[in-house]
């Protein structure tokens, strides 16, 4: 049984006009010990998944309309709400984008770890203030012990990412959400806290759900991937399936939009054209088909299911994709039509 299951989940969002679907049937599963990605643009629902797991979502600005989110087999979005605070912190963890944002500004960095500490573990204050120290020096934060009494904005991005990753292990949870955790920093910074997280993630057994837009975070850190456009799975596959065969033509652009170092000089990026669908506004077939360039009648006309298009004997990689299908079901792009986006020879 995997640890994490969401089925079909479905969250909408009251809007000026209307409701609006931010999180339309999704599924997807994470297995003890893994670290799975849900990749895509800003905007296409990979917060609001998260948060529609964590139960974050509060009417009446948004509600989760459907679905199950099965966490070792108990449906959260069935748990009252003091039920799901006891799974909140304890069984998973969430790392938010900002922590600047995140962390209490009134509070000291060692009374935010000693409260969830004292709150989920029944930690006396001295037990949790000793326990602290350690979780700082695991994150590998110098001096420990001083920065318990220092308070968020004395800390640097980079120092204050450390501290939300010792809060989201301080209890040692089975699941991290891991939510853009490295957008506000630099790219050495960066590299440092991914690194960290992988081996805190590694010797603690902690499944990871990574949430991100940034493909090159997926490559060393995932195992399998989840590409989300407008609110739905778009593709879903082993991370090395996914840079080697990618199936749809959105992550086509998405890997054609990302810098290489192995393209000849001069050579250009190839951004995806168009911007998302509004949310109240959806395409009628394939949501992606107005800014696709391989777009044909049946796109526009009816909505593709996510289904098997390509399969190794132990794993299956699933596309949302009307001409990924096999041609005898009247699919029509292939490995050269995917050439433009993937070629390591880019002219000049």
């Known amino acids: 049984m995997a640890l994490l299951e969401v089925r079909d989940l479905r969250t909408e969002f009251r809007a000026a006009r209307g409701s609006v679907t931010a999180v339309d049937g999704v599924s997807f599963t994470v297995d003890a010990g ?9 905007g296409c629902g990979k917060s609001a998944t998260a948060q529609s797991i964590m139960g974050l979502i509060v009417p009446p600005a948004g509600q989760v ?41 009134v509070l000291t960095v060692g009374r935010q770890l000693t409260e969830t500490l004292e709150l989920h573990l029944g930690l006396s204050r001295r037990a949790a203030r000793t326990r602290a120290v350690e979780l700082l020096e695991m994150v590998r934060i110098p001096a420990a012990e001083t920065r318990l009494s ?20 301080s209890c040692q949870p089975r699941l991290i959400l891991a939510d853009e955790i490295t957008t506000a920093l630099d790219v050495t910074i960066q590299a440092q806290i ?19 837009h940034d493909l090159g975070v997926v490559a060393g850190m995932a195992e399998r991937v989840n590409v989300m456009y407008a609110g ?7 991370t090395v399936d996914l840079f080697h065969r990618p199936q749809m033509p959105y992550t086509w652009g998405l890997l054609g939009s990302v810098p290489r170092l192995d393209l000849v000089r001069g050579g250009k990026l190839r951004p995806i054209a168009g911007r998302p669908p509004e949310l109240s506004e ?19 006309g009816r909505a593709p299911d996510l289904v098997t298009t390509w399969e190794k004997p132990d794993r299956g990689q699933l596309t949302r994709c009307w001409g990924m299908r096999p041609e005898s079901e009247g699919g029509w792009l292939s490995t050269q039509d995917r050439h433009p986006y993937l070629s390591t020879e880019e002219s000049s």
């Open 150 to 169: 220092s308070y968020p904005h004395q800390l640097s991005g980079g120092m204050r990412q450390r501290v939300m990753i010792a809060m989201a292990l």
């Open 194 to 212: 991914l690194e960290l997280l992988r081996e805190l993630a590694r010797e603690t057994r902690t499944a990871v759900l990574l949430i991100t």
């Open 65 to 105: 309309t459907g679905g199950q989110v099965l966490f070792e087999g108990r449906d959260l979005v069935r748990l009252r709400p003091r039920e799901l605070r006891a799974v909140r912190g304890k069984g998973i963890s969430m790392i938010f984008q900002d922590p600047m944002t995140s962390l209490n500004p």
């Open 282 to 300: 959806m395409p009628p077939g394939c949501r992606f088909a107005p800014r696709c360039a391989h777009v044909r009648e049946t796109c526009q």
């Open 34 to 42: 893994e670290t799975v990605a849900l990749v895509g643009e800003s």
């Open 232 to 238: 739905q799975i778009v593709e879903r596959a082993e």
